[in-house]
């Protein structure tokens, strides 16, 4: 193995640098890397500044991660090319596990060796169930012996100081603390991951970095950074500085679908979302509907007192829309004329697909939430529909990440 002190690689250009597929990987992981950070990694080795496995982690997160919400998905695509731990992007103790293809490969092989008893999916404790998969995979984070990518003495990966690569790093041999493990085995940046799922904390950071604001109100908040600086320049005499509340004063939208089993699932996220835009926004107003929109929505929760979308096409073509609702029903619910078959006296009414159209067209600034993962789009249930609405709206999933693509489409002038 050649030493990466060598004049032979004392010049790196993207074709021959070390770790490609890495950043390959991390792309996949949804980590934004390019070949300038893949350069820098490599001028980073040629500099000497990797001596461990443990150095190699802190180096590679200094130069791939940039925001904190991309940090979860880095140490977890460093642990399933360095160790071979296939860690799913979910925090412990979420039932969004059961979702995940780690925890489906995981359950069947499981089964295979029989250390599960066989028996039908929904007889099983999911809590049992969950318990057993996380204590699975802290004992390989414990003792893990490495696999194919395992960085060490005899492996295949181009770190290590008797590995079988053609090219690699010559380094003092593997960490023996395993630093990196312990700090992957901690996720503590979970909650900031663009694909965890909504709570208080993350939804709130997202919604801040909506564009549009103006200072509005009384100068009633204590601005705590100010005051100790200007208190610091007069000698230690306290000088309180207090500041206007932002507030976003563009016109809001927002319609729910309220109606039928499907919402129920999402009845917490939907909730979550609802209150923390009617603290975000001044101007915001709330209709709900069952599935779909046709020539009516209603103002209150309990869809008795109708709101026609003729009048609300009044509205300046400024004004944002953002629709919640997961967007699977019968087709004929869409798109035949009078599909709606829960409202009286609309059968001869134009298809929702006509009203979609021009709500669409009026209000160019319009974001479908789905609580239905991004992944699961193409095949749950109900799927045509669904992505027969994308035609119409930019759609996104409700997750923090979607929660900031919405933000960022809505943010546009």
Do not use: C
Not at 178 to 199: D, H, M, P, T
Request: aromatic share 12%; charged share 30%.
């Amino acid at each position: 193995m050649k030493s990466i002190n060598s004049k032979e690689n004392s010049t790196t250009s993207y074709s021959n640098a070390l770790f490609v597929d890495f950043v390959t990987l991390l792309r996949e992981y949804g980590v934004p890397a390019g070949p300038k950070d893949l350069l820098e990694l490599n001028k980073g080795f040629e500099k000497g500044v990797v001596k461990s496995l443990d150095d190699l982690f802190v180096f590679m997160r200094l130069v791939f991660v940039r925001r904190v919400e991309h940090m979860d998905a880095f140490e977890r695509a460093f642990a399933f090319y360095f160790y071979d731990l296939d860690i799913p992007a979910v925090k412990e103790g979420d039932y969004a596990l059961f979702n995940t293809e780690q925890f489906k490969r995981w359950l069947e092989k499981q089964l295979a060796e029989g250390k599960l008893p066989k028996r039908a999916y929904w007889e099983y404790d999911a809590d049992e169930l969950m318990k057993r998969f996380w204590d699975t995979l802290r004992k390989q984070m414990e003792e893990h012996h490495g696999g194919s990518k395992w960085v060490g003495t005899g492996g295949n990966s181009p770190f290590g100081h008797s590995g079988n690569a053609e090219r690699g790093i010559r380094v003092f041999g593997e960490s023996r603390n395993r630093s990196a493990l312990k700090v992957i085995g901690e996720r503590r940046y979970i909650e900031y991951s663009e694909s965890n799922q909504l709570r208080e904390e993350n939804l709130r950071q997202a919604l801040e970095t909506m564009k549009h604001m103006k200072n509005e109100g009384p100068r009633d908040r204590l601005n705590l950074d100010d005051t100790i600086r200007r208190t610091a320049k007069n000698g230690g005499e306290i000088d309180l500085v207090f500041e206007r509340d932002l507030r976003d004063k563009i016109s809001v939208m927002l319609f729910i679908d309220n109606g039928g089993y499907s919402m129920r699932p999402f009845v917490e996220v939907t909730r979550l979302l609802f209150t923390k835009l009617h603290e975000r926004f001044e101007d915001l107003t709330t209709y709900f509907f069952h599935n779909t929109l046709y020539e009516r929505v209603w103002t209150d929760a309990r869809r008795s007192k109708p709101a026609p979308l003729e009048q609300i096409l009044q509205r300046r073509n400024d004004t944002r829309l953002v629709f919640m609702g997961d967007g699977t029903m019968a087709p004929e619910e869409l798109e035949y004329q009078g599909g709606e078959i829960y409202q009286y006296g609309i059968s001869n009414a134009p298809p929702s697909t006509y009203w979609l159209k021009r709500l669409s067209d009026r209000f160019p600034h319009s974001v479908w939430l789905n609580p239905i993962p991004r992944d699961q789009w193409a095949t749950t249930y109900g799927h045509y529909t669904l992505n027969r609405l994308r035609e119409f709206f930019h759609m996104e999933d409700m997750t923090l990440g979607g929660i900031k693509g919405m933000v960022e489409f809505l943010s546009e002038k």
